[in-house]
């Protein structure tokens, strides 16, 4: 069902990517790791319709998305560029019920994103530590540069916790005295939750980052059936 949604704010994360937080005509029912899909229509009629992972999310009527613009978009320029407070959106969801992550689960959890891939995990970051949760969350972030990393005041902040630890692979530029590269089967290995503890593993990216680093953690002995991914993309086109 589709329903109208007022925004009411915007963060900048990054210089091409920010974050929208919306209100909805009624209570929202989220679990983290969801998305909801937004639809555009033009003048005349013509229609676009993309996904966005949601960020989190407050109760009882709101919640965010963040979006990261795509040069050739329909869709993200409008809302990273243009949308502003005031605005209204059409929105459909959160769904989704199999990648998401419920405080009732008490195993370990290992996160790996890659780049905007980092948007659901933050939802599961996020609803861990409101949960006051006990077990382990690490989160392994591949991102471009320093400036490219979503949520970093957060996640720092969050990091101060002992059941929740971050680490940054910078793949073209780094902080002084950082190393710099592509992710690799050695770096997933060196950080990464160790397969003994049968944690549950959400992977969300690129299409190649995401087999890539599936098949790695496998050959580290992770089960398949505890490795869930997530890809760029998602429910939604043009009409």
Not at 2 to 31: C, K, N, S, Y
Not at 73 to 96: C, K
Not at 125 to 143: C, E
Not at 203 to 211: D, I, Q
Request: aromatic share 8%; hydrophobic share 40%; charged share 20%.
């Amino acid at each position: 069902m589709w329903r109208v949604a007022d925004v009411v704010g915007v963060h900048e994360e990054t210089t091409t990517a920010r974050t929208i937080r919306l209100r909805l005509p009624e209570p929202v029912r989220f679990l983290a790791g969801q998305h909801v899909d937004v639809r555009l229509t033009a003048p005349d009629g013509y229609q676009a319709v993309r996904s966005y992972s949601v960020a989190g999310a407050t109760p009882p009527d709101s919640l965010e998305i963040t979006v990261d613009e795509l040069p050739d978009g329909e869709v993200s320029p409008y809302l990273v560029r243009d949308l502003a407070v005031g605005d209204q959106l059409e929105v459909r969801g959160p769904v989704g019920g199999w990648f998401v992550w419920r405080p009732e689960e008490t195993s370990p959890v290992q996160l790996v994103g890659g780049g905007s891939g980092v948007v659901p995990l933050m939802a599961m970051v996020r609803a861990h530590a409101m949960a006051g949760h006990p077990a382990p969350f690490r989160l392994l972030y591949s991102v471009r540069a320093p400036e490219s990393v979503f949520f970093r005041s957060e996640l720092e902040t969050l990091a101060r916790d002992d059941t929740f630890d971050v680490t940054y692979v910078y793949t073209r530029r780094a902080p002084d005295g950082e190393p710099v590269g592509r992710l690799d089967a050695a770096t997933l290995a060196a950080n990464v939750l160790n397969s003994g503890s049968d944690p549950a593993v959400y992977v969300c990216g690129a299409t190649g980052f995401v087999e890539a680093v599936s098949g790695w953690l496998v050959e580290l002995g992770h089960s398949p059936d505890r490795i869930k991914t997530e890809r760029y993309g998602g429910v939604g086109g043009a009409s």
